[in-house]
């Protein structure tokens, strides 16, 4: 590739090129396998420029990324391979936290969804000269205030305690089979965006949730069970072994609380604990917060 230079008598703008392969789909995230190659399958990488670099330079950048010699798709989604191209830095950060600066305060970290968080970490950096593209990306990897963290945690434990614990069983006495499900369909992922968040990691868009969680190293074995409750037969002894599996992962989500000394309790139950995380958070404008918020 001929080297672009500013104009400026400095060093060539191809240094300060950061390249590597972030952002949606599989592929991001290592998951491809031979499913993938329907659409959207093709070699490709990513060019991050300063917003001074790509007003230059950007636009005769991407002719030449779409002019390599590399087999395209034989069909493409409408959204097809976000990760491949050249890209203004600021610009694809916004497209995940909806503003071209780093999130400081905690609405904007409470306000972005943990797929978009996850989109922008992933993937690969090869190279990064400048490092700007490395600091947002390890601002969004490790910056999240703890007190975020904490509301996210009592607002997840408290989903999985009044979906699961209390109304899988409710709905199922008073006949209510379809209502029985749906709240398992709250408590699963409300149960993987806690084990995410008790590892310090961003929970990737719903398909990828529980292949990415059988990775984690605290509490990543309950993906199996947790896949069982959406899975398994609704039969007589089916439900009566979903019941016991929905308390077996609250206990285990119990002792990981304790262990990470987010709450003190011993109860089984995980609504009590929601609200000691609660009154463990140090910003009384977050601790203010329905416990359902975040």
Request: hydrophobic share 35%.
């Amino acid at each position: 590739m001929r080297s672009f230079h500013s104009g400026k008598g400095v060093s060539p703008v191809g240094l300060s090129i950061a390249c590597g392969f972030v952002g949606h789909g599989s592929e991001c995230f290592g998951f491809d396998d031979d499913l993938s190659q329907d659409h959207d399958f093709a070699p490709g990488f990513s060019m991050w420029l300063t917003k001074e670099d790509f007003s230059q330079i950007g636009y005769s950048l991407e002719r030449c990324y779409q002019a390599l010699p590399v087999p395209h798709p034989a069909e493409s989604s409408k959204e097809g391979s976000s990760a491949s191209g050249v890209f203004c830095i600021p610009e694809f950060y916004s497209r995940y936290t909806g503003s071209e600066s780093k999130p400081e305060d905690w609405q904007h970290w409470l306000s972005i969804p943990s797929w978009a968080l996850a989109e922008a970490t992933n993937g690969w950096v090869y190279r990064d000269d400048l490092g700007l593209f490395t600091e947002y990306r390890e601002h969004l990897l490790n910056g999240m205030p703890e007190d975020v963290r904490k509301k996210k945690l009592a607002s997840r434990a408290f989903v999985m305690a009044q979906a699961g614990q209390y109304n899988y069983s409710r709905c199922l006495s008073h006949g209510e089979a379809g209502a029985a499900m749906l709240a398992l369909g709250e408590f699963v992922p409300a149960a993987i965006d806690l084990v995410f968040l008790l590892n310090r990691k961003h929970m990737p868009y719903y398909k990828w949730s529980l292949r990415a969680m059988s990775e984690l190293p605290v509490l990543g074995h309950m993906k199996d069970a947790l896949e069982f409750l959406l899975v398994g037969d609704n039969d007589e002894a089916g439900i009566a072994t979903k019941k016991d599996v929905i308390e077996d992962i609250c206990i285990n989500v119990k002792d990981e609380l304790l262990r990470q000394h987010l709450t003190h309790g011993n109860w089984d139950y995980l609504e009590p604990h929601a609200y000691e995380i609660m009154e463990h958070i140090t910003d009384p404008a977050i601790r203010s917060l329905n416990i359902t918020e975040g």
